[in-house]
């Protein structure tokens, strides 16, 4: 039996009662039939999909709400057709049904795009050796995602507001003087929109994305999450910096890991200058094809500076992330300084003392060069 019919010969049914209550008992029955199906065919649609890929599964669970308020949503307008309802009471049923038919439709919106953005978002890995292209996708994704449901919010609120006769009346008069009124909502939501549009250029730009390595005020760390209003950076000590989207877009950060993951470590070592360059050369080679760490990339040993008593040893080595860099470079200088301390002690620094002889048989005298 069709679920017109039923409500029809409920309605006929119950013709002895008063007409508010019979509109009431309709809308009962309705909202308990409408609840009934629902769950039927989600346990149907469950069973179905139990077996199904993960995006199947995933699909039914996430259309449960939308699906049930579309079914009750449904049946409530239908029981309002039938129902013995006066001029009155059947204008404010409309406009609760308009109401709810305006929510579901941001509602099924905003499902889509989760549901859009997780299928599109599926074919990337952050957690890849060289995940580039993953972060810059990644990052593009959800910033246009939570700004179009930002979108779909407003839009759906200024919708439910223009259903009221006065207040579509009023912000036709709003619009109409709207100097000084729009001025004054221009700067309260300032902060607001310079986010919203620092959100927009981050997402075409892109001078960050998730899991970008920064160095930012001074501090260290990952880009770990970008909200539609702030980024939260992920310490190399675990502390969180909260930073508003438009730092990013006003003020000159580091971002080392802009066109790619892997990075060049630098270790500096200041060395006597009786220390044999070439065999420190060898063996920072030795030390990095022996490491894990290194991507095969750079490797170089070069005397960049002499100081008054030291000369300056800069060694360069790659990895492919700057987790990989930081652990290859603290590597580096445990070997190399044990490889010295081994091999070539007097190559450490160190102070000399050296004695002058007297001239006219005076006091001799010991000096200190450091």
Partial sequence: MAFDEIMRGMEARLSWLPAWSISLVLFAIAFALALTIHRIAYEIMTRIVANWDLFWRSLVSRTFGPARFTVITLALSFAASIAPLSQTQATLIRHVLLICFVALVAWIAKTALHIWTTVYLRRFKLDAEDNLLARKHVTQTKILRRIAEIMVVVVAVAAMLMTFDGVRQYGVSLLASAGAAGLVVGLALQPLLKNVFAGIQLAVTQPIRIDDAVLIEGEWGNVEEITSTYVVIRLWDWRRMILPLSYFIEKPFQNWTRDDAALIGTVMIYLDYTT???????????????????????????????????????????????????????????????????????????????????????????????
């Fill in 276 to 370: 044999p360059i070439e065999a420190v050369r060898r063996k920072v080679e030795e030390i990095a094809a022996a490491s894990r760490l290194w991507d095969r990339r750079v490797v170089n040993v070069q005397v960049t500076d002499f100081k008054q008593s030291t000369m300056e040893v800069r060694i360069l080595v790659s990895a492919g992330t700057s987790p990989r860099v930081f652990d290859l470079r603290c590597e580096m200088r445990e070997q190399i300084v044990a490889f010295l301390q081994r091999e070539y002690p007097h190559a450490l620094p160190r102070i000399r003392a050296e004695q002058l002889q007297p001239a006219h048989g005076g006091t001799a005298a010991v000096t200190a060069v450091q």
